[in-house]
Structure formats: C-alpha cells, structure tokens
C-alpha cells in the first residue's frame, strides 16, 4: 500500500500573498492531480502532470502556478489569493493500467482573510 | 451540459434500507470510478470498474459502457453510509483526466 500527505492540513493566508501547498505520494504512481473543492460543490481540476517534469492545465488553471520537482512530489501556488477565499485542493495520483484509478490525499483547507 | 451527471442530488435513508445511485454519461466511457467522501472530507475509493459489475459489502456497482450510466448500490444502509458519493469518468481517447460527477448527498437516519 501507499499514501498520499498534503502539507499543511490548514493554511491561513492574507489577501494577495502568495501560497504553496504541497503533496507527496510513496505508491510510486507516475501522474498527480490537484484539484479544488468548494463548500458543497464538487472537484475541479487545476493542474495535472503526466509524469515527472509534466504539467498539463485543467478547467481551473487561472490563478494557479504548478510543479512537478519529483516523481514523487506535485506542488501547487495561488499566485494571489483572494479575499474570503475558502476552499479544499485535494492533491491525488493514479497509475495506468487499466485506466487511471486515483487515490487521494486529506487535502489542504485554505482560508483566506 | 454535464458530461457526467449523478442522480439524485440529495437523497435521505432511514437505517436498514436499500438504494441507488445512478450516473449517467454524455461521453464515450471507459472507466468508472466511485468516491465516497465522508463528512471530514476525506474521500475513499469505493469501486474501479471497467464494464461489469463489482461487489463489496453491502456496496454492489454496475458500469453499463453500451447505455452509459452506472449505478452504486447500498443494501442495509448504515449511519457511517453518509457523505457524498461521487463517480468520476475516464473517456476513450487516453487523456489522463477523469471527468467528476457533483456528486449524491446521502444521510443515513436512525
């Protein structure tokens, strides 16, 4: 089995700042997500990559910067956050087999004041 | 439109009984896959489904790829039942993204 962290669980930011969260995975899986979650809403892809290096745009790219340092490792920053912004950006990752099976991580609360 | 659409939006069970979920799908379909995200947000695989049909549990799920919809059902619904259910879609074609349903709210009351 593997696992999927996201640093930090909670993040608390200011309007206009900059912010980095972060996902790790030890499955080995060669593609990683993230997505975003409002409040009673479903998932929105953000960016994803392919492989280590990758980086593919989804529906909600604006706004976001992504990187893949690793195989391992997928980090995601909002450029500039906005005021009362609250979400969860939900980090997964898949291997193909048959298809893309995902896992995903615990996710990152932000909160914007 | 949606290309993934789940049915019902919101749904409420009393303990012990049965339901279903349905998706239904605007895109050619490969892969299904069922989430259920419970209520601190964590979201658990539930099922990976090519066409057929899989069983765990009191959970049975069904991908028809010639109709296009797929169906989860829950016998004997339990109160830990309750979260959101989502199925998210990989469509022919080899892109690497999966298309998410919004997403059944079920509560499971006593």
């Known amino acids: 089995g593997g696992i999927i962290t996201q640093t930090p669980k909670f993040l608390i930011g200011q309007e206009g700042q900059k912010l980095t969260l972060k996902c790790q995975q030890n499955f080995n899986h060669d593609t990683m997500y993230w997505y975003r979650q409002d409040s009673g809403k479903g998932l929105r892809l953000i960016y994803y990559s392919i492989t280590e290096n990758d980086l593919q745009k989804g529906d909600l790219s604006e706004g976001y910067d992504a990187s893949r340092e690793k195989k391992s490792s997928f980090s995601l920053t909002v450029t500039s956050a906005q005021k009362n912004e609250m979400a969860v950006f939900l980090c997964a990752s898949s291997i193909k087999g048959l298809g893309y099976e995902q896992y995903f991580g615990p996710g990152t609360r932000l909160t914007v004041l | 439109g949606d290309q993934v659409k789940q049915s019902p939006s919101a749904l409420s069970l009393q303990e012990g009984t049965n339901s279903a979920l349905r998706c239904n799908f605007s895109?050619?379909?490969?892969?299904v896959q069922w989430f259920l995200q419970n209520p601190r947000g964590s979201l658990m695989n539930l099922f990976y489904l090519v066409p057929g049909t899989k069983e765990n549990g009191r959970l049975k799920s069904t991908f028809n790829s010639k109709e296009s919809y797929s169906t989860l059902h829950i016998r004997d619904a339990q109160l830990e039942d309750s979260g959101t259910y989502f199925c998210?879609?990989?469509?022919?074609?080899?892109?690497?993204?999966?298309?998410f349903g919004k997403g059944t709210s079920l509560v499971v009351h006593p």
């Open positions: 998210a879609a990989e469509t022919s074609g080899g892109n690497y993204k999966p298309t």
């Open positions: 895109i050619a379909t490969t892969t």
